[in-house]
């Protein structure tokens, strides 16, 4: 089955600076990989998604980028500011009627 | 507030117990999942329900009982549970099975004792 694994487990960097999340993945049949951001006493929250029909995408200061020959996909915060500070798992999945599966996640710490 | 409520939001239970953890989803979707998370362990799915119909049971131990009345009702009903059972259960909802956006509620904390 697919196994996902994501590196670092803790991240620390100061405001402003950028943080960079990595994931790969083992299935090469998936095709959508999301990222949630779990802040404390909440639930996971879809931040950004890609879909393997493209190689990079952009949401304002968040970006993801996919590379299926090698099969790993990161996650880019430029910018990081406090309220960035929580954990974030990337996941993948072979689409509609497959389920998600998820990396350990990354403990993103932001000092002010 | 994500549309999906989970109750109760904390709950203690010795180890012959038996309680439910209820979920509800107000956004229509027709898919609802219980996860398990526990420290420093990627999100285990324990059960998938699409339609109604249960099509994922991740070897899941008979202690842990789902039931889906409807597309917008989910519980867990715990009995005989074991101390490492202790975890945050959460609850997701989407409009189909993976590929689509899933949405968390806040999730049950668990204690066993």
């Known amino acids: 089955g697919e196994n996902v694994e994501q590196h670092p487990s803790t991240l620390s960097v100061q405001e402003g600076d950028s943080a960079v999340i990595k994931c790969t993945y083992s299935?090469?049949?998936?095709?959508?990989f999301p990222w949630y951001k779990q802040e404390l006493g909440k639930g996971p929250q879809l931040i950004i998604d890609i879909r393997s029909n493209v190689g990079e995408k952009k949401d304002q200061r968040i970006a993801v980028t996919l590379n299926k020959t090698a099969k790993h996909f990161s996650l880019h915060i430029t910018e990081t500011q406090p309220e960035d500070s929580a954990v974030y798992f990337c996941a993948a999945s072979r689409g509609s009627y497959d389920k998600v599966i998820f990396g350990p996640g990354t403990s993103l710490s932001v000092i002010p | 507030e994500t549309g999906v409520t989970q109750t109760p939001r904390h709950l203690v239970m010795g180890m012959t117990n038996k309680k439910s953890l209820k979920c509800e989803q107000h956004?229509?979707?027709?898919?609802m999942y219980w996860y398990k998370q526990s420290a420093k362990k990627p999100l285990e799915l324990m059960f998938v329900?699409?339609?109604?119909?249960?099509?994922e049971n991740n070897s899941v131990p008979s202690r842990f009982s789902p039931e889906c009345p409807n597309s917008s009702h989910l519980f867990l009903h715990l009995h005989t549970l074991q101390p490492e059972d202790s975890a945050l259960y959460l609850c997701?909802?989407?409009?189909?099975?993976?590929?689509?956006?899933?949405?968390f509620g806040p999730g049950t904390r668990l204690t066993v004792t």
């Open positions: 329900y699409n339609f109604k119909e249960q099509t």
């Open positions: 299935d090469s049949a998936s095709n959508y």
């Open positions: 956004l229509g979707h027709n898919a």
């Open positions: 997701a909802s989407s409009q189909g099975n993976g590929g689509s956006e899933q949405y």
